[in-house]
């Protein structure tokens, strides 16, 4: 079996490279790159999305409390408080954390091909200042079943289990609006 030389491929492609070239714009050509690649087998839409979902989670946090407090105390352009969690959500989340991370399984976030991936990440996750993305695709839909069944964890982890392993979806409006100020 022949093994390809990692070092000297990348020492070719930095040669190629101009300087000041972000990590984060090489990681989004390499899995736009596999994802043009699906057209000679489908699978390069996994392993694209996989690259991509790796990328996130590198600058996100995996602690669900973490992010809750990320995005309950985002302020706006004006320095305006301007919370992206509803303030009952919020509670919920904090004061149940340790058990909302236990139930959460972030391989699922590998489950998506890419373009999936990409519609979450364009118009589901949200953001908070320099338009960074603050959520994973887990923690969108913890963020939606809490949103819904509020203190009803039991409720909450069922439908978060079913999303998350992809037996259904809720429609746009729920994605956007459960969980936040204005649900």
């Not at 300087?19 to 000679?40: F, H, N, P, R, W």
Request: glycine share 4%.
């Amino acid at each position: 079996m022949n093994y390809i030389n990692v070092d000297i491929i990348v020492g070719k492609i930095s040669m190629g490279l101009p300087q000041g070239v972000k990590t984060s714009q090489i990681t989004d050509l390499c899995a736009e790159t596999c994802a043009y690649m699906a057209i000679v087998h489908p699978d390069y839409t996994n392993l694209a999305n996989k690259i991509s979902v790796k990328a996130l989670h590198k600058t996100t946090f995996d602690d669900i409390r973490l992010v809750a407090e990320k995005l309950f105390r985002f302020v706006d352009s004006c320095n305006r408080p301007a919370p992206l969690l509803d303030p009952k959500t919020y509670e919920i989340i904090v004061a149940n954390a340790d058990q909302i991370n236990a139930r959460i399984d972030y391989t699922r976030d590998y489950n998506y091909d890419f373009f999936g991936y990409k519609t979450l990440e364009k118009a589901y996750l949200l953001r908070v200042e320099n338009k960074t993305i603050a959520e994973r695709p887990q923690h969108l839909l913890m963020r939606v079943s809490i949103g819904i069944h509020q203190e009803d964890l039991e409720s909450a982890f069922e439908t978060y289990d079913l999303m998350s392993q992809q037996w259904f979806t809720h429609a746009t409006p729920t994605l956007f609006n459960s969980g936040t100020p204005m649900p």
